[in-house]
């Protein structure tokens, strides 16, 4: 099976000494920094809801955005993320086999690049999916990608041999996956707190919950949506009451939470 996370807007510029590949699309990461170095301070804070000394620092990366980077202005893109899901998908303990499965496996939604595989070199950039950026496709990322990564995502699931495609993404992200081009079985799964008897999804620990299911697929070498049903990672325990077959759900018992907090 695929997996596929959101990137995060924080990151991780600490040295990895780890050989890295080329973005599929940086032609086209290219071509949105080229957009995005035209626009001013006020610009930026109003697209992507900064403050000024955020906005100051995405525009001085736009500006130093290279054509052809060294490596050493590159990390790869599963260390270079450092929010939530991250935390939770704990690249850095992952032993060269796993990572290389997870190259195979695992693939990154980016507001900038598209689509990255976790050795793919990036660098740094803050650009949210969700952002209304107007390039000659459209007003809006979604509109720039169209059905770019759908495509990309059958091709790879080609290639390694599934039709199933688990989405451990935001919906912000995952909204750039055009379902009418996308050939495969998409499985959804949904992260819960017990509190006080009643299930309730908590974004902070979902975001976390869904980087741990990655590692999850990614250490067991997951191929199929039942074996998604053993993930206990955390104190999460599948609900089959509560699932969908293509929204399975994890519970987190009250006093689950309170040793992982």
Known sequence: MLVVISPAKRLDWSDQDIDMTSPDFEPDAQRLVKTARNLTLGDLKSLMG????LAKLNRDRFRSFADSPEAEHLRPA?????????QGLEAGSLDQEELAWAQDHLRILSGLYGLLRPLDGIQPYRLEMGSRLKTRRGKSLYDFWQDQISKALNEQAETVGTDTLVNCASQEYFGAVPAKSLNLKVITPQFMEDKNGTPKIVSFYAKRA???????????????AESLQDFDLGGYQYQPDLSEPEKPVFLRPAEALAKAS
């Open 50 to 53: 900064l403050s000024d000394d």
């Open 210 to 224: 869904r980087g741990a299911m990655a590692r999850f697929i990614v250490q067991n070498r997951l191929t199929d």
């Open 78 to 86: 599963v260390m270079a993320f450092a929010g939530d899901t991250y």
